[in-house]
């Protein structure tokens, strides 16, 4: 005890003078966090070529109106780089709308921004493993189909990352082109959203009840805008809410979102909705596919008025279908490694807080890797601490459901 409590007190000095050494560095490279805006790391252009081969199309991962994405290896780290298009004033303005966005924001539900490289337009992101919404849906690189459960886990993260963004102070932002390929999935399938080239703050008036922003330049993707902002140029939460809705209609159906809203509203009206219903995702429960549909209709009318409130009424809907207890075969999220999303045998915890199976995790440290795959933060150290009362856990709750691992 008293050797711990030695090491104790060097440790705490230690990050003491780590902690001065880190503001006397931020206060000579400018870097202090200004206005609630959170530092960027500034690239040179010869690693941003260095890490994309010189933009090589090998490298490419996404394409879009006004750049494309490629992966790189940047600083030991795998990432992602969004280069804007060096022609118009168009991509300038967009580029430095979404630098703006992302600096002055944080959360689980948003990509995250590392860093820039002004001299080339190039945004530096968190790579994210599983690519877009988009590319589950379609099944790319042969992938299997998400699962009802896991499509209502991405539809609540989806909620609460436009929660976050309509609540943000002093002014509320809206996406302004939520679809699936603007929604990424990381290692575990937690959505991020992402491409915030048109997203824009929210304006309250003494005129108006609504925050909004008025625009004669209308821009979003046909099937996935609000109907009232293609009409009068007013952008607001509740667009984002119409959008979410069409998002919730193509992870129940798995169709083209044009007239998709019409298509359902018919089908629940004939009470055909189970004729076209996703079935490469499993056995949707009846009452949740109503449900969801209802939702998404909603979500969809025409008078934004009408539309329901995220916050209020959408998360609740959603949070309880997620904790419904459904198949007693169905394990608890604790209990699946975030990696190899399998049940674990041998449970251990890394030095990132995260528990993971452990030959898993052990893989992942003896290749070379020094990242957290859940953090994307340095691991401190690389030692591994069998997670006990978890792996007791799990034998307890396989013994009551007598479902063996191999069933899953």
């Not at 302004?176 to 575990?188: A, H, I, Q, W």
């Not at 009206?269 to 939702?295: C, F």
């Not at 916050?311 to 209990?335: H, I, R, S, Y």
Request: aromatic fraction near 8%; proline fraction near 5%.
């Amino acid at each position: 005890m008293e050797e711990l409590k030695q090491l104790q007190v060097e440790l705490q000095h230690k990050k003491d003078h780590a902690v001065r050494q880190a503001e006397e560095m931020r206060q000579i490279n400018g870097n202090t966090v200004f206005g609630g805006a959170f530092a960027l790391t500034e690239f040179r252009y010869e690693e941003i070529k260095q890490a994309t081969d010189d933009f090589d199309d090998s490298k490419k991962i996404g394409q879009g109106g006004c750049g494309s994405v490629y992966k790189g290896f940047l600083r030991h780290t795998t990432v992602a780089i969004k280069k804007f298009n060096s022609e118009g004033t168009t991509g300038e303005k967009e580029y430095n709308d979404e630098v703006e966005t992302l600096r002055r924001m944080r959360h689980p539900n948003l990509v995250t921004l590392i860093g820039v490289c002004r001299e080339a337009k190039v945004l530096v992101f968190e790579f994210m493993p599983n690519g877009s919404l988009e590319d589950c849906l379609q099944c790319k690189h042969q992938t299997k189909p998400l699962s009802w459960q896991m499509r209502i886990r991405i539809s609540a993260d989806i909620c609460t990352g436009l929660i976050f963004l309509h609540s943000n102070k002093p002014k509320g932002i809206a996406h302004g082109d939520l679809k699936p390929d603007n929604v990424l999935l990381d290692t575990s399938f937690v959505c991020k959203l992402a491409d915030f080239g048109i997203s824009r703050f929210l304006n309250l008036t003494n005129t108006t009840v609504t925050p909004y922003h008025l625009t004669n330049q209308i821009k979003g993707t046909m099937g996935y805008m609000d109907p009232g902002y293609t009409t009068s140029g007013e952008l607001t939460a509740q667009s984002d809410v119409y959008s979410f809705g069409v998002v919730l209609m193509r992870l129940l159906t798995g169709r083209n979102p044009l007239g998709l809203p019409i298509e359902v509203e018919a089908a629940l009206r004939n009470d055909t909705l189970q004729e076209i219903i996703d079935t490469s995702a499993g056995y949707w429960p009846p009452q949740y596919t109503k449900e969801l549909a209802r939702l998404a209709l909603r979500c969809c009318r025409y008078d934004r008025k009408e539309r329901p409130d995220l916050a209020k009424e959408v998360w609740g809907v959603l949070e309880a279908m997620m904790n419904c207890p459904g198949d007693k075969c169905q394990p608890p999220m604790l209990f699946i490694c975030p990696m190899s999303q399998e049940i674990m045998r041998d449970p251990h915890i890394a030095a990132d807080g995260f528990t993971y199976e452990g030959d898993t995790i052990k893989d992942w440290l003896q290749s070379g890797h020094t990242m957290s795959p859940m953090t994307y933060l340095t691991f401190t150290h690389h030692e591994l601490i069998p997670n006990n009362a978890l792996r007791f856990a799990i034998q307890e709750w396989q013994m009551q459901s007598f479902c063996p691992i191999a069933d899953f």
